[in-house]
Nanobody
């Protein structure tokens, strides 16, 4: 089993930056894809970004491309999300997830964190 714990959420003004981290425990996730998803108020959960086990394959949602940057440290069993130029529409609970496939489909991920709230004020 893999346990994922997100951190780094908070309140930030539009145009600001935040860095989210997700730490894995229970077993190594070095051979898993690690993704970030988010769910805004009244919205369905949506894909944000994902990175394969080696970091050689990364996908971003169009809405965050050029603003967000995903990275991973397999030695530390962590994945991070650097969020820049934040907009009010980025307000959501952000979840990290681990799975075998590097995919935008949330149902392909096996393990999920509890989420961290990001609120962007206008």
């Amino acid at each position: 089993q893999v346990q994922l714990v997100e951190s780094g959420g908070g309140l930030v003004q539009a145009g600001g930056s935040l860095r989210l981290s997700c730490s894995a425990s229970g077993r190594t996730v070095s051979n898993y894809a690690l993704g970030w998803f988010r769910q805004g108020p009244g919205k369905e959960r949506e894909f944000v970004t994902t990175i394969n086990w080696s970091g050689s394959m990364i996908f971003y949602a169009d809405s965050v491309k050029g603003r967000f940057l995903i990275s991973r440290d397999n030695a530390k069993n962590t994945v991070s999300l650097e969020m820049n130029s934040l907009k009010p529409e980025d307000t959501a609970v952000y979840y990290c997830a681990a799975g075998i496939y590097t995919t935008k489909s949330s149902d392909k991920y096996d393990y999920w964190g509890q989420g961290t709230q990001v609120t962007v004020s206008s």
